[in-house]
């Protein structure tokens, strides 16, 4: 079996649900964020000294190398999806694409005082990007669903 790989809008809940479905599965985990963090320090201050071109350029080298068949769950970061090329790399090379999704009241409380560097502007990204988290084999509204709920449906689906 290929990889998983999740998408979906900040605060959906990707790196929790992803960790454990890994476990679940037991398959290594992989958060693009958290490989980002590692190589080049906390998303907000890449951001400000790099500008988000540069971060964009880090995210996508981190995705294409783990475009690569092998048995993970991967999280994606939430400007993934919005890249049409990194979408039909992740949809090729995954076995599934889930994407979780949550209207935008739920996410706008879980992720105001998170210190993510795009938070002002997330209304209009998520009005933006919804035709990109559309593209997916299973898309999965989480907001009144507990993590169990959330993994027991996408195992279903696999
Ligand atoms: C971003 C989402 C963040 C992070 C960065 C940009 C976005 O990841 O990659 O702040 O453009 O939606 P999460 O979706 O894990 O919060």
Request: with cysteine.
């Given at each position: 079996m290929q990889p998983v790989a999740l998408g979906g809008f900040m605060g959906t809940g990707k790196t929790t649900v992803g960790r454990k479905l890994a476990e679940r599965l037991q398959f290594p985990f992989v958060d693009t964020d958290e490989v980002l963090v590692q190589r080049y320090g906390p998303i907000a201050s890449q951001f400000a000294e790099w500008g988000e071109e540069t971060f964009r350029a880090h995210e996508r080298e981190v995705v294409l190398e783990h475009?690569?068949?092998?048995?993970r769950v991967l999280a994606t970061g939430?400007?993934?999806?919005?890249s049409e090329s990194l979408r039909w790399y992740l949809r090729e090379s995954a076995y599934f694409c889930v994407v979780l999704t949550a209207p935008f009241e739920v996410l706008a409380r879980r992720i105001q005082?998170?210190?993510?560097?795009?938070v002002s502007v997330a209304r209009e990204l998520y009005d933006q990007r919804q035709q990109a988290y559309a593209d997916a084999d299973l898309r999965l509204?989480?907001?009144?669903?507990?993590e169990d709920q959330v993994i027991e449906a996408i195992l279903c689906r696999l």
């Open positions: 475009c690569d068949n092998k048995l939430g400007g993934v999806w919005t005082a998170s210190g993510r560097p795009l509204d989480t907001h009144d669903l507990s």
